[in-house]
């Protein structure tokens, strides 16, 4: 199964401190976070996308590509590309680029966003979100396979003898997943392709994301891709972890309740009951990661938002080296136990990397 973390590259305020990082202090910050999940065993870093205040990271293909060059195992992905707003010509190049420049660590996760006011930022129409997403996903799906496309369609000029450069790593494209939190026709998207389906699972309740996962598995099987258990389906979810679980609702409450995404909303506790988020010790998070399969089946990737709502660089580290060396370990272990064969570990793995991957280790020897 793989672990790792996402960001959604907020810049905020530190509500014990007053402090606000600048914008290079935060990119800076986000790639020491991103080594940071290498060093500790994780096994995926992945970044949204955003065009507005108080977020950073517009570039997506940007910060993995110098990641790319400062690790060496980390799977790089992307916790949204927009999928509406940006040409697929353009994604299917960029992505493409940077599976080279990484040696086939890449895949990517398409999703619409909860920004509305950048559609028109983009020359687009936010009542036209389902539709961009599915015809420019079939457009991106095309370049990738074929070495000259022909296409026509509503959103865009047609293409006449286009191929994109570079093309896919070895041919193989990156693997897709479709990310969404309330829209079933993404989950349909997901299903159609075989794609990977990934929920949020940070803001609703799990009977929601069961449900969404549920209506994946079935159109997954129904496309003939599979048994609906051998669908690819990763979790978002929210973790700060102390040694006390007093101690970590303590330290982390400021942070909630001012955070921009959630903050002068519900309580902390309410929240926590409400929804996947977890503040406590490690062992409390890793019986309610456990409890995740109970919702959704055995599933293929788990990343965690650590990373956010004004944290401090040290703090974000300290968290990580709690995930990496007592949570994770735990987690792969009892996952791997409860799976039953036939059901997909991972996510697919790119040839060049997963050959990598597959190789033993070679131990020193003393002389």
């Known amino acids: 199964m793989q672990f790792g973390i996402f960001t959604v590259g907020d810049v905020t305020t530190d509500p014990t401190t007053g402090r606000t990082p600048s914008e290079h202090e935060r990119i800076k910050a986000t790639v020491a976070i991103a ?6 065993g994780l096994d995926v870093f992945a970044t949204g996308e955003h065009h507005n205040p108080p977020f950073v990271p517009s570039s997506p293909t940007t910060l993995l590509g110098h990641i790319a060059a400062r690790t060496e195992n980390l799977i790089l992905s992307t916790s949204t590309t927009l999928i509406t707003t940006n040409d697929p010509v ?4 960029d ?4 599976q080279h420049l990484a040696d086939g660590r890449v895949d ?3 999703g619409r966003g909860n920004t509305g006011p950048v559609y028109p930022w983009f020359g687009k129409d936010i009542r036209q979100g389902i539709e961009l997403a ?8 095309k370049l990738w396979r074929e070495d000259v496309v022909n296409w026509a369609g509503k959103h865009r000029t047609p293409l006449q003898s286009f191929t994109s450069t570079p093309r896919p790593l070895d041919g193989v494209p990156p693997f897709v997943w479709h990310g969404s939190i309330r829209s079933p026709e993404i989950a349909e998207q997901a299903a159609y392709y075989g794609d990977g389906f990934f929920h949020n699972n940070i803001f609703w309740p799990m009977s929601h994301t069961k449900k969404m996962v549920e209506l994946y ?3 997954y099987a129904q496309h003939g891709h599979g048994t609906p258990e051998q669908a690819i389906v990763g979790l978002g979810g929210q973790v700060f972890m102390r040694k006390n679980s007093q101690d970590a609702v303590r330290e982390f409450r400021p942070y909630f309740d001012n955070a921009p995404v959630y903050g002068h909303g519900p309580s902390l506790e309410d929240f926590t009951t409400q929804t996947p988020l977890t503040v406590g010790s ?5 019986e309610r990661t456990l409890g995740f399969r109970d919702a959704v089946g055995d ?7 650590m990373d956010h709502a004004g944290l401090p660089l040290k703090t974000v580290l300290e968290q990580l080296d709690i995930l990496g060396e007592e949570v994770v370990p735990v987690l792969r272990k009892e996952f791997a136990r409860l799976r039953p064969a036939g059901v997909p570990e991972t996510a697919p793995l790119h040839p060049a990397f997963a050959g990598v991957r597959a190789e033993p280790v070679k131990e020193e020897v003393a002389s």
């Open 95 to 98: 992505y493409a680029y940077l």
């Open 90 to 93: 353009k994604i299917a190049e």
């Open 134 to 141: 599915v015809e420019n996903y079939a457009l991106l799906y």
């Open 282 to 286: 490690p062992q409390q998070v890793i």
């Open 217 to 219: 598995r079935t159109k």
């Open 299 to 305: 599933y293929q990737r788990q990343l965690f938002l």
């Open 35 to 40: 080594q940071k999940a290498e060093e500790v």
């Open 108 to 110: 990517l996760m398409m």
